[in-house]
């Protein structure tokens, strides 16, 4: 079936220090990554996202990496700051318009 | 441009009873998809509309249902509601569908009783 898993469930981190998600999808078919933050008590926002044709993408402190062999992909966070705590999102469109969510990591940096 | 807008924000509805809940996509965007958000499960795909068309659907029974008109609004619909129904419904809007960037609205808190 189309399915996404998440971990860790919770992460806390140094400020300062790096922070990594990993997430694993079941079908090869899918072709669109994107990874989503949500603060406390906002909406879900898109960070980064990428596609299968492409091993990883970068924009300034957040990258995304894709292993389409391994069926997994992560997403980095380096030189952590107390604005990056909240909640994360992966996700995997497998190609018929739906997309499917990891169930989310909470992300805590340790000032 | 205006962003994604939901109503009613706050809703409290007993078991047994149906609600509607209502999105207004970003001006331009033609692709609604529906999203129920609980504690324990994360955020989880309802419907995805586009054009007025439903693309797909998410693994919901059939109590959960939508539509979209044709300015690009769409109206999800919960009939005889259960506790477990209880939960943040997020709508999201987007110019080509789930494939490109989505645009969150700020969710209705639906709470049945």
């Known amino acids: 079936g189309e399915n996404v898993e998440q971990h860790p469930s919770t992460l806390s981190v140094q400020e300062g220090d790096s922070a990594v998600i990993k997430c694993t999808y079941s079908d090869s078919a899918s072709n669109y990554f994107p990874w989503y933050k949500q603060e406390l008590g906002k909406r879900p926002q898109l960070i980064i996202d990428i596609r299968s044709n492409v091993g990883e993408k970068k924009d300034q402190r957040i990258a995304v990496t894709l292993n389409k062999t391994a069926k997994h992909f992560s997403l980095h966070i380096t030189e952590t700051q107390p604005e990056d705590s909240a909640v994360y999102f992966c996700a995997a469109n497998f190609g018929n318009e739906k997309l499917t969510f990891g169930t989310g990591t909470r992300l805590t940096i340790i000032p | 441009k205006a962003g994604v807008t939901q109503t009613p924000r706050y809703l409290i509805k007993t078991r047994g009873q149906q609600v509607t809940l209502s999105c207004s996509p970003i001006?331009?965007?033609?692709?609604v998809s529906w999203y129920q958000q609980t504690p324990g499960q994360g955020l989880q795909f309802l419907f995805e509309?586009?054009?007025?068309?439903?693309?797909n659907k998410g693994n919901f029974p059939g109590r959960f249902s939508g539509r979209q008109f044709s300015n690009s609004r769409s109206e999800m619909n919960v009939s005889t509601l259960e506790l477990g129904d209880s939960a943040l419904y997020l709508c999201a809007s987007s110019s080509t569908g789930t494939t490109g960037e989505q645009y969150f609205g700020p969710g209705t808190r639906l709470t049945v009783t």
């Open positions: 509309y586009f054009s007025e068309t439903q693309r």
């Open positions: 001006s331009g965007h033609r692709s």
